[in-house]
């Protein structure tokens, strides 16, 4: 019997081990998908800002210079000497603003003519004519196809982030092409600065090797601690300048395998996040395309800490052998209980045989063994009480009266929410129901028990302090004995953390406020369910006046106070639920927000616009104001006119253009 009882503790503790490492994996794999979700939204930040800086100099260039005029003299004239003339007008009018856009990280500024013959470049005006056609793929693309195109290439000496543009006249005709690029070491900088990590970009070596001019490979690159990939050496500085203890051959990774998961991804052009536990880091890695071969030719990696990773398998084992523990007492509870019957079986079998005049014996040896197995299980009582007080302590629970009025709650419950037994009883479970939480969920939930099915959702509840948090919930209905419904018994998990994870990768990290990812999400949704009753939707775009020139007079740190400043007027003048407010970009915001008309709106935006003045921030560069001011593009129309959300953003960015060129510090609207 023994040795069944044996094999009943191995099969229950190795079904056990198996149930709890497979959770352990699944949240660990959660965590990692989740952790690279977040570090490509960043990724897509940091190169929509850079995308933004080739806009803006796009367009400072092409409406305060002479570009399109000296193109137009270039087309209709093959005289060399005329060319060089022409080259030179063009370089002595942009000189100066391609110094002062190297302070916005701007590597190369380069005109090409139709033919992808280059024609000007600024940081080597010396070099020209020279065809780009079989190694720059951008150029020959935009002057085929006459469209802008962005993205990742390798070049002759540097790889980065290259912009592309034509240039076309008054006419639309394509006279040419322009190219505005930044290297990996301005974007790596930026991005450590942004979001406190190390990051780095390994370029493909064959590509290096077969593209890269002359004796560049040793000046400029090393050998990555991934096999068949450079590193660029100006990038390790910036790496350096950022953490002053960083060491490449120490803090990269050395798991082999992780290297192999990593690298395997890549080749698929797909992200992934991988666990080094040799170095105790978590790698995540993003593919760089060409955006015309649609080729990898390069990775980015980012390096952050595994503190959950550490805490989840610190969790595994504990609660496996909390599990162990206990499946152990209760199996040796059992064993001495049956063989405790055989005792007394053998015993009473043994009176019968026995004299007469042993019985008092007897008698009393019994009462002895009787008392000893009323001792055992009393003590079995008590630990089984120390049981169902550990699981009142650590399982979230609740029960309930027909009408939601609460009849009992767990330790678990009280600790989490802040309230005490005693301040529970009797209330309503509203006592816990956070304003934020919709009204459709509780609707849904109520439906679902009085219909006697069981509730599953996800609820955000608010905490006796005021502090928010979140349970995944299941509501089930309880009956008597004559199987008649008396109340509602629910059972919880704290899920507070993953949505701390989530609200993270919706937010900006500086102004606090959502970000252009949950922009991209919300507003087609905002609009399809304006749809159903044809609602005013209105859109509000914000660009705060003459930023740059504030950053470079006051420096980034106070612009970044401005940004959140301007980015708290937004939510203190947002009242309604359905209102709600993002960062599109640099200093570029959004506002979505429902209006009982379109008057009303054009108001509520005006007072925006006087709000952002009325912070008294100081902007002497600003032509608009001597105070920090922004310029808006309104857009209000019901549901069913609006074809889609491009649109109306479009619309309203070209809107919010007319209110910068006719002096700023204004809304401009659609109606």
Same mark, same amino acid.
């Given at each position: 019997?023994?040795?069944?009882?044996l094999? &009943?503790?191995i099969?229950?503790?190795?079904f056990?081990f198996?149930?709890?490492?497979?959770?352990?994996?699944?949240?660990?794999?959660e965590?990692?998908?989740?952790? @690279?979700?977040n570090?490509?939204?960043?990724?897509?930040?940091v190169?929509?800002?850079f995308k933004?800086n080739s806009?803006?100099?796009?367009?400072h260039?092409?409406t #305060?210079?002479?570009?399109?005029d000296?193109?137009?003299?270039i087309?209709?004239t093959?005289?060399i000497?005329e060319l060089?003339s022409?080259?030179?007008?063009?370089?002595n009018?942009?000189?100066?603003?391609y110094?002062f856009?190297?302070?916005m990280?701007?590597?190369q500024?380069?005109?090409h003519? *139709?033919? #992808?013959?280059s024609?000007?470049?600024?940081?080597k005006p010396?070099?020209?004519?020279?065809?780009?056609?079989?190694?720059?793929s951008?150029?020959a693309?935009v002057n085929?196809?006459?469209?802008?195109?962005?993205?990742?290439e390798n070049?002759?000496?540097?790889?980065?982030f290259r912009?592309?543009?034509p240039?076309k006249?008054e006419?639309?005709k394509h006279?040419?092409?322009?190219?505005?690029?930044?290297?990996v070491?301005?974007?790596?900088?930026?991005?450590?600065?942004?979001?406190?990590?190390?990051c780095?970009?390994?370029?493909?070596k064959?590509i290096?090797d077969t593209t890269?001019w002359?004796?560049f490979?040793q000046?400029?690159?090393?050998q990555s *601690?991934?096999?068949?990939?450079?590193l660029e050496?100006?990038?390790?500085?910036? /790496?350096k300048k950022h953490?002053?203890?960083f060491?490449l051959?120490?803090?990269?990774?050395?798991?082999?395998?992780?290297?192999?998961?990593g /690298?395997?991804?890549?080749?698929?052009?797909?992200?992934?996040?991988?666990?080094d536990?040799?170095?105790n880091?978590?790698?995540?890695f993003?593919?760089m395309?060409?955006?015309?071969?649609?080729?990898?030719n390069?990775f980015? @990696?980012?390096r952050s800490?595994?503190?959950?990773?550490?805490?989840k398998t610190?969790?595994?084992?504990f609660i496996f @052998?909390? =599990?162990?523990?206990?499946?152990?007492?209760?199996?040796?509870?059992?064993y001495?209980?049956i063989?405790?019957?055989?005792?007394?079986?053998?015993?009473?079998k043994?009176?019968?045989?026995?004299?007469?005049?042993?019985?008092k014996?007897?008698?009393?040896n019994?009462e002895?063994?009787v008392?000893?197995r009323?001792?055992e299980?009393?003590l079995s009582?008590?630990?089984?009480?120390?049981?169902?007080?550990?699981?009142?302590?650590n399982i /979230?629970?609740?029960?309930?009266?027909?009408?939601?009025?609460?009849?009992?709650?767990?330790?678990?419950?009280c600790?989490?929410?802040?309230?005490s037994?005693?301040e529970l009883?009797?209330?309503?479970?509203?006592?816990?129901?956070?304003?934020?939480? *919709?009204?459709?969920?509780?609707e849904?939930? %109520?439906y679902?028990c009085? #219909?006697?099915?069981v509730?599953?959702?996800?609820i955000? $509840?608010?905490?006796?302090?005021g502090?928010?948090? %979140?349970? $995944?919930?299941?509501?089930?209905?309880i009956y008597n004995e004559?199987?008649?419904?008396i109340?509602?018994?629910? &059972?919880?998990?704290?899920i507070?953390?993953?949505k701390?994870?989530?609200?993270?990768?919706?937010?900006?990290?500086l102004?606090?406020?959502?970000n252009?990812?949950?922009?991209n999400?919300?507003?087609p949704?905002i609009?399809?369910?304006?749809?159903r009753?044809?609602?005013? =939707?209105?859109?509000?775009i &914000?660009d705060?006046?003459?930023f740059?020139?504030?950053?470079d007079?006051?420096g980034?740190?106070?612009g970044d106070?401005?940004?959140?400043?301007?980015?708290?007027?937004?939510?203190?003048?947002?009242?309604?639920a359905?209102?709600s407010?993002?960062?599109?970009?640099?200093e570029?915001?959004?506002?979505?927000?429902?209006s009982?008309?379109?008057?009303?709106?054009l108001e509520?935006?005006?007072?925006?616009?006087?709000?952002?003045?009325?912070l008294?921030i100081?902007?002497?560069?600003?032509?608009?104001?001597?105070?920090?001011?922004?310029?808006?593009?309104?857009v209000?129309?019901?549901?069913?006119?609006?074809?889609n959300?491009?649109?109306i953003?479009?619309?309203?960015?070209?809107?919010?253009y007319?209110?910068?060129d006719n002096?700023r510090?204004?809304?401009?609207?659609?109606?």
């Amino acid at each position: 019997m023994k040795i069944r009882f044996l094999i &009943i503790f191995i099969v229950i503790t190795s079904f056990a081990f198996l149930i709890f490492r497979y959770e352990k994996s699944m949240k660990i794999d959660e965590y990692l998908i989740l952790k @690279t979700d977040n570090y490509e939204v960043m990724y897509k930040t940091v190169y929509d800002n850079f995308k933004s800086n080739s806009k803006f100099i796009l367009h400072h260039l092409m409406t #305060n210079h002479k570009v399109v005029d000296i193109y137009k003299k270039i087309n209709n004239t093959s005289n060399i000497q005329e060319l060089d003339s022409l080259r030179q007008d063009l370089y002595n009018d942009m000189q100066k603003e391609y110094e002062f856009f190297q302070y916005m990280n701007l590597k190369q500024l380069h005109f090409h003519l *139709p033919d #992808n013959r280059s024609f000007l470049r600024m940081h080597k005006p010396s070099k020209h004519s020279d065809d780009l056609t079989d190694f720059r793929s951008t150029v020959a693309y935009v002057n085929k196809n006459k469209t802008p195109i962005d993205g990742f290439e390798n070049g002759k000496v540097y790889s980065g982030f290259r912009y592309v543009y034509p240039i076309k006249d008054e006419d639309n005709k394509h006279l040419g092409s322009m190219e505005i690029s930044f290297d990996v070491s301005a974007f790596t900088s930026k991005f450590m600065k942004y979001y406190n990590v190390l990051c780095n970009f390994h370029i493909d070596k064959n590509i290096i090797d077969t593209t890269t001019w002359g004796t560049f490979i040793q000046e400029y690159y090393i050998q990555s *601690p991934f096999k068949n990939y450079y590193l660029e050496g100006r990038t390790l500085k910036e /790496i350096k300048k950022h953490s002053k203890t960083f060491n490449l051959n120490q803090d990269q990774m050395k798991s082999e395998s992780a290297k192999e998961i990593g /690298i395997k991804h890549i080749k698929n052009n797909k992200s992934v996040s991988v666990y080094d536990e040799t170095v105790n880091h978590v790698i995540t890695f993003i593919p760089m395309i060409n955006p015309i071969t649609k080729k990898v030719n390069a990775f980015f @990696t980012i390096r952050s800490d595994s503190k959950y990773i550490k805490n989840k398998t610190s969790n595994f084992y504990f609660i496996f @052998t909390l =599990v162990t523990f206990f499946t152990m007492i209760v199996l040796v509870l059992i064993y001495k209980i049956i063989t405790t019957k055989d005792n007394l079986n053998r015993i009473l079998k043994e009176v019968v045989d026995k004299k007469t005049d042993k019985l008092k014996k007897f008698n009393k040896n019994l009462e002895k063994i009787v008392k000893e197995r009323t001792n055992e299980l009393e003590l079995s009582k008590y630990k089984m009480k120390d049981y169902i007080n550990l699981v009142d302590k650590n399982i /979230i629970t609740s029960s309930t009266d027909l009408k939601g009025n609460i009849t009992n709650v767990s330790q678990a419950f009280c600790v989490i929410s802040g309230y005490s037994k005693e301040e529970l009883i009797g209330r309503s479970h509203n006592i816990v129901r956070h304003p934020d939480t *919709p009204k459709e969920l509780f609707e849904e939930l %109520w439906y679902d028990c009085k #219909n006697d099915k069981v509730f599953k959702g996800e609820i955000k $509840n608010i905490k006796k302090d005021g502090d928010s948090y %979140w349970v $995944n919930a299941s509501i089930h209905p309880i009956y008597n004995e004559h199987n008649e419904k008396i109340g509602y018994t629910s &059972i919880r998990q704290d899920i507070t953390d993953k949505k701390i994870i989530e609200e993270i990768s919706i937010t900006d990290g500086l102004t606090n406020i959502y970000n252009r990812r949950h922009f991209n999400e919300q507003f087609p949704k905002i609009i399809n369910s304006a749809k159903r009753n044809n609602e005013l =939707v209105c859109f509000l775009i &914000i660009d705060i006046d003459h930023f740059k020139q504030y950053n470079d007079t006051y420096g980034h740190q106070m612009g970044d106070d401005v940004l959140i400043n301007v980015a708290k007027v937004f939510k203190d003048s947002l009242h309604r639920a359905d209102d709600s407010c993002y960062r599109l970009g640099g200093e570029e915001f959004g506002i979505i927000f429902k209006s009982e008309n379109q008057k009303d709106a054009l108001e509520f935006s005006n007072k925006i616009k006087q709000n952002i003045e009325n912070l008294k921030i100081e902007h002497k560069q600003n032509s608009a104001s001597n105070y920090i001011t922004a310029s808006m593009g309104l857009v209000c129309k019901y549901a069913n006119d609006i074809e889609n959300d491009d649109i109306i953003y479009k619309e309203a960015d070209d809107l919010l253009y007319d209110a910068k060129d006719n002096g700023r510090n204004k809304v401009f609207s659609n109606l």
